[in-house]
């Protein structure tokens, strides 16, 4: 497929996630517009975009006139509305607050063309609640990316009970398009990845809370014992303590499951602003 044929891609919210998401986009041919209602956000976000790039051709990860190209596909916009008149894919990726986020589905949904296929990417949020915001929920999709999107290989695709079969395929195929490994996970709390990955960083915490061994030995046996690429507390640094914290109360709540309660030590933790690799400390010092 040309690039010329690439549907446009529009990515709501400049943070890390969404940053990410826009400079995937653009290194695969589209078209893309990142939007945020802060200039310094979207600024900073560009300067990002470029460092990462910049480092992917340094390692020989991508070309130099690939980059280029990405760079000149990337635009910036700060109303929402103007900038999905014409888009062929929407991602929203602002932070995990259910109302806000239907609060900006409802506005994208009364701009964006009919057949634009509507993509949240939250990584524990219901879809059809989300999707309930809209007049046509079958286009509505979780596209579940991970940090950092250029690098990691794996896309998530959350489907509810109102997703229409186009709209799963348009999702498959954008995911291959950015070269990510896709797999379908049925709407439930968690999905599949939040629910493992959660369990598991939780029950990390609490062992440090325990005194069983340092973060550092705990992550250690996680990467040496089991392959895992990060440990689990090293990855809730770079997620954020806050992030998890709230998805962790997420889950206890609709699962039923202690599994997922924060803990006191991470609680304490985010009310002293350690959020971990964000604010510059958590179990780590970033």
Not at 22 to 36: R, S
Not at 155 to 167: F, G, N, P, R, Y
Not at 268 to 278: S, Y
């Amino acid at each position: 497929m040309s690039t010329l044929s690439l549907p446009s891609v529009v990515v709501i919210g400049a943070g890390t996630m969404g940053h990410g998401i826009a400079q995937v986009a653009a290194v695969a041919g589209h078209a893309v517009t990142l939007v945020d209602a802060s200039p310094a956000a979207l600024e900073r976000a560009v300067a990002k975009v470029g460092q990462s790039l910049d480092k992917l051709v340094e390692k020989g990860k991508l070309g130099a006139e690939a980059a280029a190209g990405a760079r000149a596909r990337l635009g910036v916009a700060a109303g929402v509305e103007d900038a999905v008149a014409g888009a062929g894919i929407v991602v929203e990726a602002i932070p995990e607050n259910l109302e806000w986020k239907k609060a900006l589905f409802a506005r994208v949904d009364a701009a964006a063309p009919s057949g634009a296929l509507l993509g949240t990417n939250t990584s524990s949020l219901s879809i059809g609640a989300i999707a309930a915001a809209v007049r046509d929920p079958s286009r509505v999709i979780g596209l579940h990316f991970f940090n950092p999107v250029p690098l990691m290989s794996l896309l998530e695709v959350v489907v509810h009970d109102a997703v229409s079969d186009d709209a799963r395929a348009r999702a498959l195929a954008f995911g291959a398009g950015l070269g990510k490994e896709c797999i379908v996970v049925r709407d439930l709390p968690g999905f599949a990845t939040s629910r493992l990955g959660v369990a598991l960083g939780m029950e990390a915490i609490r062992m440090v809370e325990d005194g069983v061994a340092s973060a550092e030995d705990i992550d250690k046996a996680m990467v040496l014992g089991y392959r895992h690429p990060v440990g689990p507390l090293r990855l809730t640094d770079m997620v954020g303590l806050d992030v998890r914290l709230a998805i962790g109360e997420h889950l206890a709540a609709t699962l039923g499951n202690p599994a997922f309660t924060p803990p006191r030590l991470m609680r304490e933790m985010v009310a002293a602003g350690q959020l971990g690799q964000k604010s510059g400390q958590g179990f780590y010092r970033w």
